[in-house]
């Protein structure tokens, strides 16, 4: 066995480099050669704003400086969830969703550009990993069958898969990743162009868990392409802790920011 898988290494290597003569990998965001696959270039790496510390210890949100923890000893909450604390426990994001990093999104949720997602696991995996550590399962934000079937394929799904891959690739256990533990139940009109509150509006009663499912006690990590206003995973964590979760966090691959 050991003595084929020595043999088998070259001619791994042998094909990859006859493939990458054939087609050359290509940066995943500008098209420009780069020297593996389902890699970003060194000019789109710069330009992509990766999130970290110091931010919202609820919404993620990054903040200018670090305040360190309040007068009471907690750690820093923003404005917004001060003053209107969401539904879900705790939400991180790999980058800022803005102009650069926006064709990555786009060409992954429209473009049938898949090659990134490998590597968007290993990011979500680094960014999200206090919340894979802790989560008992993992779930996409559902899409609605119709269009699911003109898509072919759900964005925030493969996310999910590939950070839980990728996790577990670290020798971590890793949450039990359930593509179907919700279902949107109605196909509702795109969030784009519309306030807070008519998101929130518009996404009202569109999930319901899945029939035969328990949730109770356990602690659910939601994933999704990119967090906005929060409406769409608010009301997926809603339903989540009204079935009995003891939490629900969220991962995502970009967010909308606003720095506090």
């Not at 200018?64 to 820093?76: I, K, L, M, R």
Request: proline letters at 6%; hydrophobic letters at 40%; charged letters at 25%.
């Amino acid at each position: 066995m050991s003595a084929i898988r020595v043999r088998a290494a070259p001619l791994a290597r042998l094909g990859r480099g006859l493939l990458d003569l054939v087609l050359p990998p290509r940066c995943i965001l500008c098209r420009a050669r780069v020297e593996a696959p389902g890699t970003l270039c060194a000019g789109c790496w710069r330009g992509v704003n990766f999130l970290g510390e110091p931010c919202c210890a609820c919404c993620g949100v990054p903040f200018a400086f670090d305040a360190g923890p309040n007068e009471a000893g907690s750690e820093s909450l923003c404005a917004g969830c001060l003053a209107r604390p969401p539904r879900f426990d705790q939400a991180r994001s790999v980058f800022a969703y803005d102009d650069h990093s926006r064709g990555l999104v786009l060409a992954l949720k429209h473009g049938d550009r898949l090659q990134g997602v490998p590597a968007f696991g290993q990011w979500l995996a680094r960014a999200g990993a206090g919340l894979l550590a802790e989560a008992d399962l993992a779930a996409p934000v559902p899409l609605h069958w119709t269009r699911l079937w003109r898509r072919r394929y759900n964005q925030s799904a493969l996310l999910a898969k590939a950070a839980c891959t990728a996790w577990r690739r670290r020798g971590e256990p890793g949450p039990i990743l359930v593509p179907d533990l919700l279902i949107r139940r109605r196909r509702t009109p795109s969030q784009g162009r519309r306030t807070r509150s008519q998101r929130a509006e518009n996404v009202r009663g569109a999930f319901r868990l899945r029939r035969g499912v328990d949730v109770t006690g356990k602690r659910v990590l939601l994933f999704d392409d990119v967090l906005t206003s929060g409406a769409t995973v608010e009301e997926c964590a809603r339903v989540l802790r009204r079935a009995g979760a003891a939490r629900v966090d969220v991962l995502t691959l970009a967010r909308a920011v606003r720095v506090e």
